[in-house]
């Protein structure tokens, strides 16, 4: 049995376990990683990349079928070649993949623990069969995985999450989605428009991460424009038939209707990897999921000298919190006992469907729940119908709520979906973690004619009603036409 003594050991390779890696090793030298699966990150591997490049191969087919309304007529039947596509997918998928790995390769084969990690203690970890690891400190950082009813496992290799839909070496003729959440929408609606069929079905009538109702009631009869999404459907009965699966449901017009599917994708949520750390031997305190619990700002437990990153911590399940969060629970792991609060930045998030969907600071849910009974916040509104750059774009589809604090006129946050989703979001994040108000907002300076100016219409209906600037004029003449 190899046992080793280090200052920092960390769990997890992926995005907050090498973040965490790297932080730890500016103040010690004595830190390992131990991981046993494959390094690459959720996000090059299953996660954000190849997602966004089955995305763009839809879209791409997507602006061919909407050409005929600016006058521009493709000749001929629009071809999808499903082996050509997914070869795509899988050809940068592993070049992302090669990037994180050239960085995994830089670490020194000594610092690097290859196994599943077991607590025993609070600072002793069994690896495998082979190696037991006393740490001073440690960091857990072992992610998440796709989650679902137990019951579904009866479909076999008919049941996929998204992790599977990147092995695909073709497209398949028909798929249901269950969850219209994130992964849910994205991938739902990129396999339809490269001609897949899909239903995509929800329970609770959630679409998106959206909290705003009428953001949300909008975001449905969007999509339901397109294909068929049901966010809370009744399944009587779902099982395998032969290479498919039959799935019996009380449809909208609640009419029982039978389908047949080539596969069923469960896109309906993720669980941290901490349910097989053996995590009982600790002295850990864990929440109602059983997710050690943790300070926002040094992400430190409730054991002093151990720390959490990345989705295990139940808190934003992101890339860029993942990084972020790794780099306080890895400094402060390596710099123990100085524990530091380190910087949480405004929170921001996007579903790259289309139109895409965002939110930033706080949601309309938390902000109602802290400021509703007294009234103290209005939301600002506007549509991207009628707004001048969308519709020269015909990508006028989309809501934009923003919401302000009445007294101080505080920008407090935003949930829209529309065209540019994300990078609006990217200027209204910037305004949130700046503690902006919705004045100094307005007095940045705009651009005409481009969708942004949607944002300065927003503000400005927020600012008349806090009672902090003038009524909306319908036809605003300094903003130029269709604004």
Same mark, same amino acid.
């Given at each position: 049995?190899?046992?080793?003594?280090?200052? +920092?050991?960390?769990?997890?390779?992926?995005?907050?376990?090498?973040?965490?890696?790297?932080?730890?090793?500016?103040?010690?030298?004595?830190?390992?990683?131990?991981?046993?699966?494959?390094?690459? $990150?959720?996000?090059?591997?299953?996660?954000?990349?190849?997602?966004?490049?089955?995305?763009?191969?839809?879209?791409?087919?997507?602006?061919?079928?909407? !050409?005929?309304?600016?006058?521009?007529?493709?000749?001929?039947?629009?071809?999808?070649?499903?082996? @050509?596509?997914?070869?795509?997918?899988?050809?940068?998928?592993?070049?992302?993949?090669?990037?994180?790995?050239?960085?995994?390769?830089? #670490?020194? /084969?000594?610092?690097?623990?290859?196994?599943?990690?077991?607590?025993?203690?609070? &600072?002793?970890?069994?690896?495998?069969?082979?190696?037991?690891?006393? /740490?001073?400190?440690?960091?857990? !950082?072992?992610?998440?995985?796709?989650?679902?009813?137990?019951?579904?496992?009866?479909?076999?290799?008919?049941?996929?999450?998204?992790?599977?839909?990147?092995?695909?070496?073709?497209? *398949?003729?028909?798929?249901?989605?269950?969850? *219209?959440?994130?992964?849910?929408?994205?991938?739902?609606?990129?396999?339809?428009?490269?001609? +897949? %069929?899909?239903?995509?079905?929800?329970?609770?009538?959630? +679409?998106?991460?959206?909290?705003?109702?009428?953001?949300?009631?909008?975001?449905? %009869?969007?999509?339901?424009?397109?294909?068929?999404?049901?966010?809370?459907?009744?399944?009587?009965?779902?099982?395998?038939?032969?290479?498919? +699966?039959?799935?019996?449901? #009380?449809?909208?017009?609640?009419?029982?209707?039978?389908?047949?599917?080539?596969?069923?994708?469960?896109?309906?949520?993720?669980?941290?990897?901490?349910?097989?750390?053996? #995590?009982?031997?600790?002295?850990?305190?864990?929440?109602?999921?059983?997710?050690?619990?943790?300070?926002?700002?040094?992400?430190?437990?409730?054991?002093?000298?151990?720390?959490?990153?990345?989705?295990?911590? &139940?808190?934003?399940?992101?890339?860029?919190?993942?990084?972020?969060?790794?780099?306080?629970?890895?400094?402060?792991?390596?710099?123990? *006992?100085?524990?530091?609060?380190?910087?949480?930045?405004?929170?921001?998030?996007?579903?790259?469907?289309?139109?895409?969907?965002?939110?930033?600071?706080?949601?309309?849910?938390?902000?109602?729940?802290?400021?509703?009974?007294?009234?103290?916040?209005?939301?600002?509104?506007?549509?991207?119908?009628?707004?001048?750059?969308?519709?020269?774009?015909?990508?006028?589809?989309?809501?934009?709520?923003?919401?302000?604090?009445?007294? $101080?006129?505080?920008?407090?946050?935003?949930?829209?979906?529309?065209?540019? /989703?994300?990078?609006?979001?990217?200027?209204?994040?910037?305004?949130?973690?700046?503690?902006? $108000?919705?004045?100094?907002?307005?007095?940045?300076?705009?651009?005409?004619?481009?969708?942004? @100016?949607?944002?300065?219409?927003?503000?400005?209906?927020? &600012?008349?009603?806090?009672?902090?600037?003038?009524?909306?004029?319908?036809?605003?003449?300094?903003?130029? *036409?269709?604004?």
């Amino acid at each position: 049995m190899n046992v080793l003594n280090v200052d +920092v050991a960390v769990i997890g390779g992926g995005t907050a376990g090498l973040g965490s890696y790297r932080a730890a090793k500016a103040h010690t030298d004595s830190v390992v990683m131990i991981e046993g699966g494959a390094y690459g $990150t959720t996000c090059a591997r299953v996660g954000c990349m190849p997602s966004k490049l089955l995305i763009a191969a839809a879209e791409s087919v997507h602006h061919i079928e909407k !050409a005929p309304a600016f006058g521009v007529h493709p000749q001929g039947k629009t071809v999808i070649n499903g082996r @050509e596509v997914m070869d795509r997918v899988k050809r940068e998928r592993d070049r992302f993949v090669g990037f994180v790995l050239e960085g995994v390769d830089e #670490i020194p /084969a000594e610092d690097k623990v290859v196994g599943f990690a077991k607590f025993i203690d609070n &600072n002793t970890l069994q690896v495998d069969d082979h190696t037991t690891i006393h /740490a001073k400190r440690v960091v857990i !950082a072992t992610g998440s995985r796709p989650a679902y009813p137990a019951v579904w496992n009866e479909l076999g290799d008919r049941l996929i999450v998204n992790d599977d839909v990147f092995d695909w070496d073709d497209l *398949p003729e028909s798929v249901a989605v269950f969850g *219209p959440g994130v992964i849910g929408l994205e991938l739902g609606q990129a396999l339809h428009r490269l001609g +897949v %069929k899909v239903k995509l079905f929800g329970l609770g009538g959630q +679409v998106g991460p959206l909290t705003d109702p009428e953001v949300m009631a909008y975001a449905d %009869k969007a999509f339901n424009e397109e294909f068929y999404l049901d966010a809370d459907v009744k399944v009587e009965r779902m099982e395998r038939k032969g290479d498919q +699966v039959e799935i019996m449901f #009380i449809n909208k017009e609640n009419e029982l209707e039978t389908i047949l599917v080539d596969y069923v994708l469960a896109a309906t949520g993720r669980r941290p990897n901490v349910d097989k750390l053996d #995590i009982e031997n600790t002295t850990l305190t864990l929440d109602e999921r059983g997710v050690p619990t943790a300070d926002f700002y040094t992400l430190q437990t409730s054991v002093e000298s151990i720390f959490i990153a990345g989705d295990a911590s &139940n808190q934003l399940p992101l890339l860029h919190e993942a990084a972020d969060q790794a780099r306080i629970a890895g400094d402060n792991a390596g710099r123990f *006992p100085d524990i530091r609060a380190g910087l949480r930045r405004s929170k921001i998030s996007a579903v790259f469907s289309d139109p895409q969907i965002a939110m930033v600071g706080e949601t309309y849910q938390e902000i109602t729940q802290r400021l509703g009974s007294c009234g103290c916040f209005e939301t600002g509104i506007v549509s991207f119908e009628n707004q001048g750059r969308s519709r020269v774009m015909l990508r006028n589809k989309g809501v934009l709520h923003v919401y302000g604090e009445q007294g $101080t006129g505080r920008f407090l946050g935003a949930e829209m979906m529309g065209p540019n /989703a994300e990078h609006l979001a990217h200027l209204l994040a910037w305004a949130h973690q700046n503690k902006m $108000t919705v004045a100094e907002m307005l007095d940045m300076p705009f651009y005409h004619p481009v969708i942004e @100016e949607g944002v300065r219409t927003a503000l400005r209906d927020l &600012n008349a009603k806090l009672h902090l600037g003038p009524e909306m004029i319908k036809h605003c003449l300094d903003c130029g *036409p269709g604004c």
